[in-house]
């Protein structure tokens, strides 16, 4: 994973955390919550990201 991947996901790490954390409705907070973790979850184990084809 390129620093620019690292950069993007914790971005929406951030972002996702803090849409939740602002959030008035219950369900959309969770959905901003299952975001974050996903985006997480790719931080922790990048060897599950896609290979991307290099042009």
Not at 2 to 14: A, H, I, K, T
Not at 46 to 53: D, F, N, S
Request: a neutral charge; zero cysteines; charged letters at 35%.
């Amino acid at each position: 994973m390129s620093n620019r991947d690292l950069e993007y996901y914790e971005q929406r790490l951030r972002q996702e955390r803090e849409h939740a954390a602002r959030a008035d409705d219950s369900s959309a907070r969770r959905v901003h919550l299952e975001l974050a973790e996903h985006y997480s979850a790719k931080l922790r184990d990048p060897m599950k990201m896609p290979a991307i084809a290099q042009a």
